[in-house]
């Protein structure tokens, strides 16, 4: 059933708090909005609302960490990530269980504008070492990231949206944290989606099929550490790729597909997403066509991408 | 021009009826934070900043910086009723393309003096305006409003500490104390008090008042005004929503935007005030 995967995760937690008195969630003013109230109502001696206060969350958390416990820090994914220094310092570099949650990622909030969407935060959290970075793309990977979570050794951002997501997987999916998922084969072209534009991606997938445009879709759940292998086998199988993001297309997924194929196997490769520029006020549908990322956008895309020449290389 | 009491009554009343009206033709936003400081901010313009639509971005201009960005419908209602924006505008806000976004966008708009809405920022912005007044000696004032839960902020407090180191009685802060934020009260969320004591400790010079008396907002400008050689903080105290029964007081209203029904009637409301 479509759900925002701030709603999954925030079941996700209340549930796993039951049997694991590791967990510990910490809030800045936003648990309606991150659905950490939920780990909130059932376990108020492990949650804390530390108020419109992120830098000092961030350290807390890394205290609670250190000290034995998982610790969940929520926020809107700009107002966390842009307490850079202390994550480095405090979180990443003594690569502490923190589990960074930043919600309200990308143009697709809408109305609120910039200044509450996420656009930078995975390109920020991927520069970091130690840092893993999860954006599930439905319900259930929701659910198996943040269970998966709590085995996981170090720190991990993980990118959820305000928006409903259309389930994606399979009934029987099994969240492997690194691992890239087909969610539809061909031969033409890759598509590699995250988050957010997964299901739009598959849509104008399904749709070039009528013209004998045979597209493939992979769901990169994980930014970081990014799949390599599927990545580079793509690459040999279908040549072109093409990643899709409600990010900037600086930093995030598309610079990490780059990333690979340029040192083991250059293709031509297109980044669909914000180019270089700031979010804005409006409606989601409206953004989401006014940045590429409607479903006629992707497939306009896919369609003018297929009509350039592969770059010879040398 | 100066202004009487109830002349400064009638432009908050036409401003508050403004902010329900693009909320709701928005369909998202912040009512109770817009209310609340609606007061304030008409009595600081008028009698303070003295705006119009020409000295808007002129040099010498009196600044003024939301730092609770969220609250921006007041300020663009306020700059339609200074002829700044027009009537017209304000039913863009929010909107794909709009000049009017959801929160304060300097790039977009400029006369917002600051790009706000990631709390917590403003005091330190307005308090670089303020510096560059004085190295430039230029007259202008600088004020700055911040939300109680944005007191939570560090940076708030980093700006505390600074402003009275270089005595910047060109500076002003308004508190909108309206006790509620996201998750609750303020008092429950993270309390700010005893805010006044921490605010002198801190060298500034502290005026509590009624946010929502003529009186006492004029005289805490006129004191800010008279207050040399440290910054001026006024806790205001207000109530979240304020002139709207339904929203009063009431969290549920800090960030939803009224339905056609709740607009009318709070506009019969508001009419009648
Ligand atoms: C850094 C940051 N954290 C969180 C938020 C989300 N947020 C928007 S408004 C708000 C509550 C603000 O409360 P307050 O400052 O008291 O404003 P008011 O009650 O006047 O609306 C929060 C937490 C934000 N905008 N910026």
């Known amino acids: ?314 | 021009m100066t202004y009487t009491i109830d002349q400064l009554k009638d432009i908050a009343k036409d401003v508050r009826i403004d902010c329900i009206k693009m909320l709701t033709e928005a369909g998202s936003g912040h009512p109770g934070g817009s209310l609340s400081s609606a007061d304030l901010l008409t009595a600081l313009f008028y009698t303070q900043i003295h705006r119009t639509k020409e000295n808007a971005l002129s040099d010498d201009r009196n600044r003024f910086v939301l730092s609770k960005g969220h609250g921006v419908p007041t300020l663009y209602a306020i700059f339609a009723q200074l002829g700044i924006l027009t009537k017209q505008d304000l039913l863009t806000l929010r909107k794909t393309g709009s000049i009017l976004q959801g929160h304060p966008d300097y790039d977009r708009l400029p006369e917002v003096e600051a790009s706000t809405g990631s709390l917590g920022q403003g005091l330190s912005i307005a308090q670089g305006i303020a510096m560059a007044g004085k190295i430039d000696q230029k007259d202008f004032r600088v004020y700055c409003m911040l939300g109680d839960g944005e007191m939570q902020e560090g940076e708030i407090w980093e700006g505390l500490m600074s402003a009275p180191k270089y005595k910047l009685d060109n500076l002003c802060v308004i508190l909108d104390y309206n006790k509620g934020q996201i998750d609750g009260s303020v008092e429950n969320v993270m309390n700010i008090e005893p805010l006044s004591d921490k605010i002198k400790a801190f060298n500034w010079h502290p005026i509590t008042i009624d946010g929502h008396n003529y009186d006492e907002i004029l005289n805490a400008y006129e004191e800010a005004r008279q207050t040399k050689g440290k910054p001026t903080f006024i806790i205001a105290h207000t109530i979240k929503g304020k002139g709207v029964s339904f929203m009063e007081g009431k969290i549920e209203w800090h960030g939803s935007a009224p339905s056609q029904e709740q607009c009318d009637q709070a506009i019969k409301e508001l009419s009648a005030l």
């Open chain 1, 1 to 314: 059933m479509a759900k925002a995967s701030r709603v999954s995760f925030g079941e996700a937690i209340a549930k796993l708090g039951e049997k694991h008195p590791e967990i510990v969630v910490l809030e800045a003013d936003l648990g309606k909005s991150t659905y950490s109230y939920q780990f909130g109502e059932r376990f108020p001696e492990r949650y804390f609302e530390m108020g419109i206060a992120e830098a000092n969350m961030i350290g807390t958390g890394a205290g609670l960490a250190m000290t034995g416990k998982i610790a969940f820090i929520c926020s809107f994914a700009a107002f966390v990530t842009g307490r850079y220094d202390i994550i480095r310092m405090s979180i990443a570099y003594p690569n502490v269980n923190v589990r960074i949650i930043g919600t309200h990622c990308g143009v697709a909030i809408g109305p609120d504008g910039n200044s509450q969407q996420g656009l930078e935060d995975m390109s920020i959290m991927r520069s970091l070492p130690n840092m893993g970075v999860i954006q599930p793309g439905d319900d259930m990977e929701t659910q198996q990231a943040i269970e998966y979570s709590l085995k996981h050794k170090g720190p991990l951002f993980i990118r959820l949206t305000r928006q409903k997501l259309e389930d994606i997987n399979s009934k029987n999916y099994q969240f492997q944290y690194g691992k890239g998922v087909i969610l539809k084969d061909g031969k033409d072209v890759t598509l590699f989606a995250t988050g957010g534009t997964v299901y739009n991606t598959l849509q104008a997938a399904h749709r070039l099929e009528k013209d004998g445009i045979k597209v493939r879709v992979v769901n990169i759940h994980t930014i970081k550490p990014i799949d390599d292998e599927l990545i580079i086998k793509c690459a040999r199988e279908t040549k072109r790729m093409i990643t899709v993001e409600d990010h900037n297309i600086i930093g995030g997924l598309g610079s990490a597909v780059s990333e690979v194929i340029s040192e083991h196997y250059p293709v031509l490769l297109k980044r669909i997403g914000l180019k270089d520029c700031f979010g804005e006020s409006g409606v989601e549908k409206e953004l989401y066509k006014k940045f590429g990322l409607d479903t006629e956008s992707i497939e306009e895309t896919i369609r003018d991408f297929m009509s350039k020449d592969q770059p010879v290389l040398v």
